[in-house]
């Protein structure tokens, strides 16, 4: 095994990422051409909890809204709290399940072009490229299968191709991805990030670490990390 | 045999990592991502009847509070929370005027329990909290691979560090005591349980217990039987639930344990939590959001007696915990979606 | 690293991730590093991976032995000895060797403390051509007497406002590192004068400069403690007694055995001399002294103390744990304390120190409501019962050990000290045999090794009195990504 993979890629240029065919130009434009895509962004900043679209882009802000919004607040009304709080604590889960996404009647399953569309313009860390330039994430890589039911459990894998066999900088690499597609994804996604069989010295190591539930809650609380982590993203579209 | 749906309680948006049930005050403290701790009491499940006592100081713990353990035989209550900001932070009920009698319960009107003591030690993320069956210990574990155990007084405001064990080769995700004598369980990142004992004036590892093929999540020892001879059941990233059988002793103390059996595989992603009750139940949950119930038929047959998908909507499920409020079974779940389901479970 | 150097043993019952120190020793590849020392993320991989970091230094890993680390011990091993003893030139062979470690290659050996001595000797002589072999009492009279003078100077000089905490012994690398790099807040309480091991090399090297110094000890520590920057020069290598052995396995020499002279015992005492540095006491130097088998810096101070006030007596006390004793001087009429000391040895116990010390000053929260309310749920009989006294107890005369009240603690890494060293070799496997093991070595450390009172002045040989470390905290590098970013 060779220990370069892709030590100097050949790195491609942004217009050379693979696209969606009919409404690729649309998508870049960000005008909302299908009632698809239009449903998939409200989707989204729904679930960021914001309306306003650049949000997305911006991590740290992104951050402080989710933080806001992070708790009904239950102690300001001690005194009114033993009426409210059948209302508060007792909602029943029949009703509170995903009110948010009501209204989508047409299942909208996500697919791998929209997998690498939120992930390709992600920043190499060590290089000023995007993840998607440096075939680090490759769209033949990703794999999704959702019904688009937004009441089933939906998975996606995706495949990374670090340049270097023993880059240090995977894990962070996969970090940044995962962080991307918490964000953007439904609850029901199950996200695995796997290093592309045969690419790293330290494989199972990086794999077990990505795909640990809390190793990734505990790393999103470390603000450095987190900084790296929204550089890498703000280059996102 | 069902499970129902008695009440899911949404407190918050972010993630409840982790749930305990106090069952002489019937409250459920609740320990979540946004970094906070809430206490409920379940007035009567049946009626769902449940209040929302009070969120404890906020201004605490700095990052996430993954795990919550409440102490046993404590009055007033009180109440062990590790953070993933390296600390332990101990909970009370403080009063001057107002002060506890032995016939007197936790009474939710009074204020809010205080915060007793912070423990520090752990270099980074503490992941489980757990009590001894008598109080007398602390146990907790981190992502820096050791376990400290804690001895404490009776208020519980002093914490004098009894043993330091750093024998797992990789970060420690939970730890449980065996329910009637000073055994420590605590499930590994490294794929193993490790076992550990007093000895001499120190605490030993007294066995290991290799056989998941992924990190190790949770135990739970066996709530009744022979006090030597009680079992441990742990769920793993390899998605299944082992059950784990003391076998004997060496003459250096060293125990042998094997696994006894397999538990039918349901879950087909990582299972976050395991729980056993008095009645000889396991039940089950995870990634894959199912809740299984498990019941042994003569020995080591086990079968899924009940089961429920999607038990936290879509979301995952990090803990299950079996409670048990008037001579009736319930159980409680915790989820991404920021629920505690509570659930009956119906044995007929 | 050498195949030896188990993570385990690294450290000495330290985890590796609480002892690895700052990469300061990465002169190979400045760039990598800025100012901190830390490694910075963004500069191109391959200047990183020459400074040997591993992925399982970065992953997975919470704590990790640097690579300064590796280097350092790299530079320590008995290969790197055998290979500076064919490049020795002009230079000779000086060997220094712990008492601990004596007792414990003797009881493997199957040998008198005195048989292995020659044994030792002998080989070194002749294998080696070394001129001098040593044993290590000279340079701890001269540490024991330097740091008690210090703490009894700070003793006397402290006011009502001052910080009252109690000064810590430098003396275990195990501890120090800790200290520095973990809790700095800590290092202004650390008496710096220099172990027993620095200042025989610093003695051995000011008259003669044309050494190569090897030492034999108890842990692998002392191979950090060697490297300080504030110790250049004074060892030129460390091994550990498990080392040692490994080294005569690789040169063909399994029977040390058989370097024992068969000669009678005036012949045997002139070896001791032959060896010896000129002006040196080969007796003295061979000797230990009483009060603990890491040293006894504790109950010197004591003995010191009362010496400086007659009329008073030196009691004993037992702590929590085996790992801690206490020694408290008290005045025979008012049985008030007139000073005291602690020997406090392992990981909780130095954790349950740190915390304690930390602690001081600040009141607990809520510290008389607790009280008052401890008062009444002693009678509750739901509580259990806790009969233990807290040892914590501010009551002077209480006769539990109290070592965070005391002037000065002897404080070791491992627990039970310098006698249950990770370097040493354990002969049987259990873990109840290993303590008898333990028990069996502290009592022929006693019974086998000659004493002396190591307040007595030395005459010779001569020494100046500067033997200080230049002790410092070490910049926390917690959350700060590097390119060995742990999460």
Redesign the interface.
């Known amino acids: 095994m060779s220990d370069f993979i892709n030590e100097n890629p050949d790195a491609l240029d942004e217009n050379q990422l693979p696209k969606r065919k009919e409404d690729a130009n649309e998508q870049l434009l960000g005008s909302l051409g299908s009632i698809e895509a239009l449903k998939r962004k409200r989707i989204i900043l729904k679930i960021d909890h914001s309306t306003n679209s650049p949000a997305l882009q911006n991590i740290e802000l992104l951050d402080k809204l989710l933080l806001l919004d992070s708790a009904p607040d239950l102690t300001s009304d001690e005194g009114s709290f033993e009426e409210e709080q059948e209302e508060i604590v007792g909602l029943d889960s029949t009703k509170s399940k995903d009110s948010i996404i009501e209204d989508v009647e047409i299942p909208d399953p996500v697919d791998p072009q929209e997998i690498y569309d939120l992930t390709a313009h992600i920043s190499d860390p060590e290089h000023p490229l995007s993840l998607g330039q440096l075939s680090i994430v490759n769209l033949e890589d990703i794999e999704v299968h959702d019904d688009g039911n937004p009441n089933h459990m939906a998975e996606v894998i995706i495949r990374i191709t670090p340049t270097i066999t023993h880059c240090s900088l995977a894990t962070l690499i996969g970090l940044g991805i995962r962080v991307r597609l918490e964000r953007s994804l439904p609850p029901r996604f199950r996200i695995t990030i796997l290093l592309k069989k045969g690419t790293h010295s330290s494989e199972n190591q990086v794999n077990k670490q990505l795909n640990d539930k809390e190793r990734v809650a505990a790393a999103c609380e470390n603000e450095q990390l987190l900084g790296v982590v929204a550089n890498m993203l703000s280059t996102c579209k | 045999m069902s499970l129902s749906l008695l009440k899911s309680l949404k407190l918050q948006n972010s993630r409840v990592w982790a749930i305990d049930f106090t069952s002489r005050e019937k409250i459920i403290a609740i320990a979540s991502q946004d970094h906070k701790i809430k206490l409920v009491k379940i007035i009567d499940p049946d009626t769902k009847q449940f209040k929302l006592l009070s969120i404890l100081d906020e201004t605490v713990h700095k990052k996430a509070v993954r795990s919550v353990a409440w102490r046993p035989l404590a009055t007033p209550p009180c109440l062990a929370a590790g953070s993933f900001d390296a600390t332990v932070s101990i909970w009370s009920h403080i009063s001057d005027e107002n002060e506890f009698t032995n016939n007197e319960q936790f009474d939710e009107t009074q204020e809010n329990m205080e915060l007793l003591a912070i423990i520090e030690g752990h270099e980074n993320e503490i992941k489980g909290v757990s009590w001894s069956y008598d109080g007398m210990f602390l146990a907790t574990c981190s992502r820096d691979k050791s376990v400290w155990i804690w001895e404490t007084d009776e208020a519980g405001e002093d914490f004098e560090c009894v043993s330091v064990l750093q024998e797992h080769s990789q970060d420690v995700k939970h730890v449980v005591w065996h329910p009637r004598k000073c055994l420590l369980a605590s499930s590994s990142y490294d794929d193993t349980i490790r076992l550990w004992s007093e000895f001499d004036d120190d605490w030993e590892c007294v066995a290991i217990l290799n056989g998941h093929e992924g990190t190790v999540w949770s135990s739970d020892f066996e709530k009744s039987g022979n006090v030597d001879t009680i079992r441990l059941c742990s769920g793993s990233d390899d998605s299944t639930v082992r059950v784990w059988k003391y076998q004997g002793e060496d003459m250096d103390g060293q125990q042998e344990w094997i696994c006894q059996s397999i538990l039918p595989k349901i879950h087909e992603r990582q299972i976050y939590s395991v729980s056993w009750n008095e009645n000889g139940l396991i039940a089950s949950t995870g990634s894959d959001g199912t809740l299984a119930v498990y019941k042994e038929n003569g020995s080591n047959e086990w079968e899924i007696i009940a089961k429920k998908e999607l038990c936290h909507h879509v979301s995952e499920v990090n803990q299950v915990k079996w409670v048990s409020i008037n001579g009736k079974d319930y159980l409680i779940t915790s989820g991404d979606d920021g629920c505690v389901n509570i659930w009956s479970f119906d044995n007929n | 690293m050498s195949t030896l150097l188990s993570e385990e043993d690294l450290s000495d019952?330290i985890?590796p991730?609480?002892v690895c120190t700052k990469p300061t020793r990465v002169d190979e590849e400045p760039d990598s590093v800025d100012s901190n020392g830390e490694y910075v993320?963004?500069?191109?991989?391959e200047t990183?991976?020459k400074v040997t970091?591993?992925?399982?230094d970065?992953?997975?890993c919470?704590?990790c032995i640097t690579s300064s680390e590796e280097i350092m011990l790299q530079r320590q091993s008995h290969t790197v000895f055998l290979k500076d003893m064919e490049e020795l030139q002009e230079k000779r062979l000086a060997v220094t060797i712990s008492p601990q470690c004596r007792v414990n290659m003797a009881m493997y050996y199957g040998l008198t403390v005195q048989e292995f001595d020659l044994c030792f000797m002998n080989f070194f002589k002749i294998r080696f051509n070394a001129k001098y072999v040593m044993g290590l009492q000279i340079g701890r009279n001269i540490s024991i007497q330097n740091s008690i003078d210090s703490v009894i100077q700070w003793k006397s000089q402290l006011k009502a406002n001052d910080d009252h905490r109690p000064r810590l012994s430098g003396i275990c690398p195990g501890f120090v590192i800790y200290t520095e790099k973990?809790k700095g807040e800590l290092v202004p309480l650390l008496v710096n004068i220099k172990s027993p091991q620095q200042i025989t090399g610093k003695l051995l090297k000011a008259q003669n400069p044309n050494l190569y110094h090897l030492c034999v000890m108890a842990c692998f520590d002392k191979k950090l403690e060697a490297s300080r920057p504030d110790s250049v020069g004074e060892v030129d290598c460390v091994i550990t007694p498990k080392e040692f052995l490994s080294m005569l396995d690789e040169i063909k020499e399994p029977n040390l055995k058989k370097y024992l002279p068969n000669t009678h015992t005036a012949n045997i005492l002139s070896l001791y001399q032959e060896l010896s540095p000129l002006g040196w006491d080969a007796k003295l130097n061979w000797s230990t002294n009483m009060g603990g088998s890491s040293g006894g810096w504790a109950y010197q101070y004591v003995r010191a103390m009362q010496s400086l006030n007659p009329d008073t007596e030196i009691v004993v006390l037992p702590g929590?744990?085996?790992n801690i004793k206490e020694y408290r001087l008290l005045d025979n009429i008012t049985k008030k304390t007139v000073a005291s000391s602690a020997e406090l040895s392992?990981?909780?116990?130095i954790?349950?120190l740190v915390?304690n010390l930390n602690q001081n000053g600040k009141s607990?929260?809520?510290?008389v409501?607790?009280l008052?309310?401890?008062g009444?749920?002693?009678k509750?009989?739901?509580?259990?019962n806790?009969t233990?006294i807290?040892?914590?107890s501010n009551d002077n005369n209480s006769l539990v050990a109290d070592p965070y009240k005391t002037d000065y603690i002897e404080v070791n890494a491992s627990?039970g000290g310098c006698i249950n060293g990770g370097g040493l070799i354990t002969i049987s496997s259990?873990?109840?045999?290993r303590?008898e093991e333990t028990m069996k070595l502290e009592k022929m450390y006693y019974e086998s090794l000659s004493m002396v009172d190591p307040l007595l002045p030395l005459s010779s040989p001569s020494h100046d009195n500067s033997y200080c470390y230049e002790f410092h905290a070490i910049e926390s590098s917690k959350?700060?990504?590097t390119?060995?970013?742990k999460?």
């Not at chain 3, 392992?346 to 116990?349: D, H, K, S």
């Open positions: 019952f985890s991730a609480l993320v963004g500069k191109e991989i990183a991976q970091i591993t992925l399982s970065c992953l997975a919470s704590g973990t929590r744990n085996s392992g990981f909780r116990n954790q349950n915390r607990p929260r809520r510290r409501a607790i008052k309310k401890r009444k749920l002693n509750s009989e739901n509580s259990h806790i233990a807290s040892p914590m627990p259990g873990k109840s045999q303590k959350d700060i990504v390119v060995g970013s999460w």
